[in-house]
């Protein structure tokens, strides 16, 4: 008798099967400075051939492409935003005949025309054209209440321990993942004396301050200004009264607000969120 053999590959259904190839090496990061973004990716790879089992992997489980953040060191306060780097690399592109200088649209700008954030939007420098393209990977943007960055289109928040797609968040203290228990709580109340006119000083903020609010009680004709220790005004200085806006000031924003004449209802206040980074005094001006 003849015995039949056969190779048990063959006698196997024919399957595909998949798996993940290796990872390339880390692509060159999107910016110098600021906070940019590498990544790297990996292909699914495939192949049909015949298994014992008939039972092949469906396919590759995971993600193909992941990303980390690089050159999160701060940039030169003079240096141009990201924002305004991409805007003018428009500059040499032709439209209808002539080239044109463009400059960046922000989220706050009253002709803001998208409110996706990571939207790239840009003017002409006479205001009269606009163009809109995806934001380079490392763009700043906000997400909720996470610092955040764009990651191919799309803002992915940054947590407090620095890891990007982290929602880790700081606590009223300023800690990571803190419960809020840390920090000193400083209020106070200042009332109008008899002294001269002229400035007088509220009160001083430490270095490090957060969650700073003056706030008039009633409202009055004495005016709020902030200086730094050394006597500069960063607004409402010498007896002249800037108008109610944003401004930075100690590495952080300073909301400052007032009715515009004495005829409107509501009061002057003064608003940060921190932490600032010099000791700051809030002043009063004396009529």
């Known amino acids: 008798d003849i015995t039949q053999t056969s190779n048990s590959l063959e006698e196997g259904a ?36 015949k298994l014992l089992s008939g039972l ?16 999160v060191q701060e940039c030169p ?10 805007c003018t690399s428009f ?46 990977d490392g763009t700043s943007c906000k997400y909720s209440d996470y610092r955040g960055v764009c990651v191919s289109g799309k803002c992915e928040p940054i947590g407090c321990d620095g890891v990007l797609f982290s ?49 008039e009680r009633k409202k009055s004709a004495d005016v709020l200004a902030v200086t730094d220790d050394s006597g500069y005004y960063y607004f409402n200085g010498n007896f002249k009264v800037d108008s109610p806006k944003n401004f930075n000031i100690a590495g952080t924003v300073f909301k400052y607000r007032r009715p515009m004449d004495v005829y409107e209802t509501g009061i002057e206040y003064i608003v940060a969120q921190g932490p600032t980074n010099r000791g700051l005094n809030i002043m009063t001006i004396r009529h």
């Open 14 to 49: 024919d399957v595909t099967t998949f798996w993940w190839g290796e990872w390339t090496k880390w692509t060159a990061c999107t910016r110098t400075c600021g906070g940019g973004v590498k990544s790297q990716e990996r292909h699914c790879l495939r192949q049909r051939r």
């Open 56 to 71: 092949g992997s469906k396919n590759c489980t995971g993600t193909s492409k992941r990303f980390h953040l690089c050159k």
């Open 77 to 86: 306060s003079n240096s141009r935003s990201f924002r305004e780097e991409q």
């Open 91 to 136: 500059n040499s592109h032709i439209y209808n005949g002539k080239t044109y200088q463009w400059k960046p649209l922000y989220p706050d700008d009253y002709v803001h025309i998208s409110s996706k954030p990571c939207d790239l939007q840009c003017t002409t420098s006479d205001g009269q054209r606009q163009l809109m393209v995806q934001a380079r």
């Open 167 to 215: 929602t880790h968040t700081l606590d009223k203290c300023g800690v990571c993942q803190g419960d809020g228990s840390s920090c000193v709580h400083i209020t106070g109340n200042y009332r109008k004396g008899t002294s001269h006119l002229g400035y007088a000083l509220v009160t001083h903020i430490p270095v490090g301050a957060r969650d700073i609010q003056i706030v």
